[in-house]
């Protein structure tokens, strides 16, 4: 977990993806520990946590709601990538009243996984990784930014990313947005052929309160294809959100 407390009063908490930690949020941690207070949680079993997985959307939002209560933080903005965003969309259906807005990255309402890649993450891990990798980022992401990205999950026992990607294949919330009234902003990468522009639209569409970001030259890791701009989208939202 990373700690900025440059503003309690004005907090966000990000919830990083499958397999990852919360060293994916490194570029959004600096940047936005200069006007909040930042929480970036490594999610148990993952990073510096060395707990057990947990095996479901519902599970991993009372851990973060529980983070929350224990650090005292008073209506956060909750951000969140791909299954973090499951999550954050979960969470906003759980306690919405301890919220003041979500911010929905590279996610949907529902996050199915194929069958033949669950099964290859427990029975060829190597091969997984690169079937991700290549569905994962925009063609004109830098190979050295990939590469980074990989060698992180390689960190990753496969048995962890597995129960992450069950945990999203179970996950489905398309009926119930409508229950969502919190401000949300919608975030996506053009080239994200993980989570595709139509489950953004989709959550646009159905909560009250949605705003829809498109961030060309970036795919499913968009806060860290094109960190300058995911940033710049991110922090118009907060001022103009937490400005209320």
């Not at 990852?20 to 999610?43: G, P, T």
């Not at 669950?118 to 029975?123: F, G, M, N, P, V």
């Not at 179970?170 to 919608?186: K, N, S, T, W, Y």
């Amino acid at each position: 977990m990373t700690v900025g407390n440059s503003n309690p009063e004005k907090s966000i908490v990000f919830i990083h993806g499958s397999g990852c930690n919360s060293a994916i949020w490194a570029y959004q941690s600096r940047y936005f520990s200069r006007k909040y207070r930042v929480v970036a949680l490594d999610l148990p079993g993952h990073g510096q946590d060395g707990r057990e997985t947990l095996k479901s959307v519902g599970e991993i939002a009372d851990f973060v709601l529980s983070e929350i209560e224990r650090l005292k933080l008073h209506s956060p903005v909750v951000a969140g990538h791909s299954l973090g965003g499951a999550v954050a969309l979960q969470l906003a259906l759980n306690a919405q009243e301890r919220l003041s807005a979500v911010a929905l990255v590279g996610t949907g309402a529902r996050l199915r996984v194929l069958p033949s890649l669950l099964e290859s993450i427990l029975s060829d891990y190597g091969a997984a990784l690169g079937t991700l990798a290549s569905c994962s980022y925009s063609s004109s992401t830098p190979k050295a930014t990939i590469e980074k990205a990989v060698s992180e999950m390689k960190k990753i026992p496969a048995q962890v990313l597995y129960d992450d990607m069950v945990a999203c294949d179970r996950f489905d919330v398309m009926q119930r947005l409508g229950e969502i009234h919190l401000p949300a902003l919608v975030v996506v990468g053009r080239d994200d052929f993980m989570t595709p522009l139509k489950y953004s639209a989709y959550l646009r569409a159905n909560l009250r309160r949605a705003r829809l970001e498109v961030i060309d030259g970036a795919g499913h890791m968009v806060m860290i294809e094109q960190p300058e701009r995911f940033n710049t989208v991110l922090d118009t939202f907060l001022r103009t959100t937490l400005s209320h």
